[in-house]
Each structure stands twice: as structure tokens, then as C-alpha cells.
T-cell receptor, first 115, second 112 residues
Framework: AQSVAQPEDQVNVAEGNPLTVKCTYS??????LFWYVQYPNRGLQFLLK??????LVKGSYGFEAEFNKSQTSFHLKKPSALVSDSALYFC?????????????FGTGTRLLVSP | DVKVTQSSRYLVKRTGEKVFLECVQD?????MFWYRQDPGLGLRLIYF???????EKGDIPEGYSVSREKKERFSLILESASTNQTSMYLC???????????FGEGSWLTVV
């Protein structure tokens, strides 16, 4: 079965410092990987995806993610964190065993950026 | 921009009531989804629809049903609400040929 793991419930970082939110995946075949962000009391917003191609994927709001096949990871990164980046981040993988875009989500990582 | 609209953001219902959660998308997407979000569990798929009047069960369909009478509208129905259905419900849509799923703002349901 396809799955993703987000090993950290919370990540704390100071504003201006680089941030990393970790995600590892387990799939059979080539993975389709996604990152979403959820601000308080809001829905999920799409940040970026990896389907194929360059291992470094750039997304919205200055975020990027690095696909690493040997480590089965897809960590979300940003060079300089903002207080406004504080939110809940979800990694997801498409379940390719189904004929539609079923996403399997991780449990989420709360990012707290302090001033 | 894709717009997925969930008309009810916050609802409080009594145990045993029938509950309707409505979702509308404006991008002519073929596929629509209902997810449930709970702390520590992430998002779990309840139901999926790939066309008008067509539906497929997700991972946790028990206690729920859905209706898709028009392409742009996908409703989640709780036939007899129970307290363990207190949760955040997220509607989403996607093109059948695409990979990206777009989510609505969510509906917070409390069953008392």
C-alpha cells in the first residue's frame, strides 16, 4: 500500500532561518508526491508536486521540495522562514493502485516560526 | 483560480439528525472528493465521484452517503449523525486527466 510518513509533529524555527519539514514515502512504482499547507480554520492549499523530472521542485510562497529516490524522501524546504509560514503542512502520495487521484496523506507537521 | 466552495463552514447538529454538506466547484472538474480530517490521523477519503450520478467508496464510507446530480455539485450526507462524526470535512475536485487536487475551505461539524 502507498503511504507517507511525517516523523515530526511540530517543527520550530526562528524567522529568517532555513526550514525543513520532513516526509518519507513508501510506494510500489514511481511516486507522485505532493505538499499542501493548511492555515488555521482554512482548507488545504496546494504548494507543489513531484511527478517526474528535476528532483528539486519549486512551489508557491518560496517553498521547494527535494525528491530523493534512494532515501525515499520528499522534504519541504524554504531558505528563509517567515512568521506567516506558521501552519500545518501535509505530505501526500497518489495511490496509483486506484484509477483516480486518490491521495494518501501523512498526519501533518505543525510549523511554528517565531519572530 | 480554482474555486471549491463549501457553503456551511460551521455546523452544530444533534445526534440522529440528517446532515447535508454541500460543495460546489467552478472549474468543470470531472472528479470530486470528500475527505475527513482528524488530529493525528491526517485526511481520510470518504467518497469519490468521477461523473454525475457516479460514486466510489473511499477508505471510511460507513455512516455516510453522497449525491452528485450535477457536475459542479457534490453533497455529503450523514443519514443519522453520531458524535464520532464530529470532525472537519473537506471537499475537493480535480480534472480527470490531472494530478492536482484542489480543496475547499472545510466544514466544521459538531454533533452533540
Amino acid at each position: 500500500a502507498q503511504s507517507v510518513a511525517q516523523p515530526e509533529d511540530q517543527v520550530n524555527v526562528a524567522e529568517g532561518n532555513p526550514l525543513t519539514v520532513k516526509c518519507t514515502y513508501s510506494v510500489s512504482g514511481n511516486p507522485y508526491l505532493f505538499w499542501y499547507v493548511q492555515y488555521p480554520n482554512r482548507g488545504l492549499q496546494f504548494l507543489l508536486k513531484y511527478i517526474t523530472g528535476d528532483n528539486l521542485v519549486k512551489g508557491s510562497y518560496g517553498f521547494e521540495a527535494e525528491f530523493n529516490k534512494s532515501q525515499t524522501s520528499f522534504h519541504l524546504k524554504k531558505p528563509s522562514a517567515l512568521v506567516s509560514d506558521s501552519a500545518l503542512y501535509f505530505c501526500a502520495v497518489r495511490d496509483l493502485n486506484t484509477g483516480f487521484q486518490k491521495l494518501v496523506f501523512g498526519t501533518g507537521t505543525r510549523l511554528l516560526v517565531s519572530p | 483560480d480554482v474555486k471549491v466552495t463549501q457553503s456551511s463552514r460551521y455546523l452544530v447538529k444533534r445526534t440522529g439528525e440528517k446532515v447535508f454538506l454541500e460543495c460546489v466547484q467552478d472549474m468543470d472538474h470531472e472528479n470530486m472528493f470528500w475527505y475527513r480530517q482528524d488530529p493525528g490521523l491526517g485526511l481520510r477519503l470518504i467518497y469519490f465521484s468521477y461523473d454525475v450520478k457516479m460514486k466510489e467508496k473511499g477508505d471510511i464510507p460507513e455512516g455516510y452517503s453522497v449525491s452528485r446530480e450535477k457536475k459542479e455539485r457534490f453533497s455529503l450526507i450523514l443519514e443519522s449523525a453520531s458524535t464520532n462524526q464530529t470532525s472537519m470535512y473537506l471537499c475537493a475536485s480535480a480534472q480527470s486527466s490531472g494530478n492536482t487536487i484542489y480543496f475547499g475551505e472545510g466544514s466544521w461539524l459538531t454533533v452533540v
